[in-house]
């Protein structure tokens, strides 16, 4: 049984196309004041239905966006692409700005003390600021 499960785990991990024990964390500025965040406080921020950050994305098909949505909104990237269309469309936001990797992302995040991203655990350093370990 206990082989079954791991077998299942480790199919399940396989078929997010991150590597096993990956964990995507999100971050911020480390002037920003936050300290801690809930997942349903940041899928407010990557859906568009609050400003007060500045979401910054991970390139479209990337794992780890996909991870991402799934994990903190109960999303997949086409829901996530439908809501913020509609957003654009109206005038109401603008589209996060996607980046090609974590480094990007960080780098991002890094230079604007409203931004908030998300990027994996390994590539944390203290240019930013972890606020939520998602897994």
Not at 46 to 61: C, E, H, M, R, Y
Request: net charge positive.
């Amino acid at each position: 049984m206990k082989t079954l499960m791991t077998t299942l785990l480790l199919s399940a991990l396989a078929a997010t196309g991150l590597p096993a024990g990956a964990e995507t964390v999100v971050i911020v500025n480390p002037k920003n004041p936050a300290t801690r965040m809930f997942s349903e406080q940041a899928a407010q921020f990557f859906l568009g239905k609050s400003d007060l950050f500045t979401p910054v994305d991970q390139a479209d098909g990337s794992a780890i966006r996909n991870d991402f949505y799934r994990k903190v909104a109960d999303k997949d990237v086409a829901q996530v692409k439908a809501a913020w269309s509609k957003l654009v469309f109206t005038g109401k936001a603008t589209a996060p700005k996607e980046y090609a990797s974590n480094a990007d992302v960080k780098k991002a995040v890094a230079a604007d003390p409203k931004a908030i991203g998300y990027i994996d655990k390994s590539a944390v350093d203290d240019t930013v600021k972890v606020i939520l370990t998602l897994q």
